[in-house]
């Protein structure tokens, strides 16, 4: 089996959130072989084009990666019309995604090879808190995994279920470690979290606080401060959603600081999960906390399509690279597991080899010679 790269090249979209994850996009095809052409966000043009740099520093060769800075419907128009496009190989929003899948469904006919499509494109990750849960345990986590980096990682945790019986204490913790958290310049060693990447980030968050702040079956419990003066810094929020554990805050991805709680009767176990499975239609990521084996084994069987990478006892953030291969079904992409083999071997054309050895001395078969 010889592994070719694909006919073509590929395209590669890069989010601005993880620097890394740019260079990942670019490089993991050029290794097996394609020629790739990397968009980085235009938010981060910089820190891509220094990976960039340090690639061509290192001796790859000039035109195996070619950097593209532009906007993103300039460059997503151009490469889908091209008959030469093999992959797009994309991290960023589910529109945008839906947008290139569409375009390249359109124009099928015309592509020398059937393109493929490798995305990871959001979630809207969780956090279940069963009653058994070391508490301290679980807050500090979803200190971590709500707030860090304010919130913008398509991992981070953006809803929390919690069992009614421990949430008195656990809110009085949650409350506590947030009181601590310091949003400042990110110069400063003991910031936590800084601010937003820009505007219409800041005012895409925002608008989901003010619905919270203007919803009376809603309470935002901490945070819900924003203010752009001087950069677009946003406190980091928690809103408790009461019953209303279908909002739009529980259902939809802000990719910012903002964590939505919904309080579950510790005797209702089963409606946690129902809530968990089908409130919203992402399933990136995912982590329960419970000191019960049996709950355990019980919730990681029935939520096992809930999340690509689930989390037992730990963060919905935090992949470890060359551990933890990354990526989420449904809504939150195809799921090719960044940082496995398999995903490596998306960017190759397989071809079977065979060898004949012994010449063949006749045409017929030997059921045919009489």
Excluded at 150 to 159: F, I, L, P, T, Y
Excluded at 209 to 238: M, R
Excluded at 265 to 275: R, S
Excluded at 303 to 315: H, T
Aim: charged share 20%; with cysteine; proline share 5%.
């Amino acid at each position: 089996m010889e592994y070719r790269g694909l006919e073509g090249f590929v395209a590669a979209i890069a989010p601005f959130n993880f620097t890394a994850i740019g260079g990942n996009l670019a490089c993991a095809p050029a290794i097996m072989g394609n020629v790739v052409l990397w968009k980085p966000s235009e938010t981060a043009v910089l820190s891509n084009y220094i990976v960039f740099r340090i690639l061509h520093e290192a001796g790859l060769p000039p035109g195996v990666i070619n950097f593209i800075p532009s906007e993103g419907k300039v460059f997503g128009t151009s490469v889908v019309r091209s008959p030469h496009l093999a992959a797009i190989n994309f991290t960023g929003s589910v529109p945008t995604f839906q947008w290139l899948w569409k375009k390249v469904g359109d124009n099928l006919a015309q592509y020398k090879n059937f393109p493929r499509m490798v995305g990871e494109v959001g979630g809207k990750n969780y956090h279940l808190v069963h009653s058994s849960a070391n508490i301290q345990h679980a807050v500090n986590n979803t200190i971590r995994s709500a707030f860090e980096y304010s919130g913008q990682k398509c991992s981070a945790c953006s809803r929390l279920y919690v069992a009614d019986d421990i949430w008195p204490e656990f809110k009085r913790q949650l409350l506590q470690a947030h009181s601590e958290l310091k949003l400042g310049s990110p110069l400063e060693m003991d910031t936590f979290m800084s601010a937003v990447i820009d505007e219409k980030s800041f005012d895409r968050i925002k608008h989901y606080i003010d619905h919270a702040q203007n919803c009376k079956e809603l309470k935002v419990i901490a945070g819900g401060k924003t203010d752009k003066s001087k950069g677009y810094f946003i406190d980091p929020t928690i809103i408790d959603v009461a019953t209303h554990a279908t909002d739009k805050v529980m259902r939809e991805e802000i990719f910012g600081p903002v964590l939505s709680v919904y309080v579950y009767p510790a005797g209702d176990l089963a409606k946690a999960v129902k809530l968990v499975g089908e409130t919203t239609p992402f399933a990136l990521t995912g982590a329960i906390f419970a000191e019960d084996e049996d709950v355990l084994k019980e919730l990681t069987v029935k939520l096992r399509y809930s999340a690509g990478n689930f989390y037992i006892n730990d963060k919905s953030t935090g992949a470890v690279v060359g551990q933890q291969p990354f990526g989420g079904a449904r809504h939150s992409g195809t799921n090719d597991k960044a940082g496995s083999p398999q995903y490596m071997l998306r960017w190759t054309s397989p071809q079977t080899i065979k060898e004949g050895v012994v010449p063949l001395t006749d045409w017929r078969y030997p059921h045919l010679i009489k």
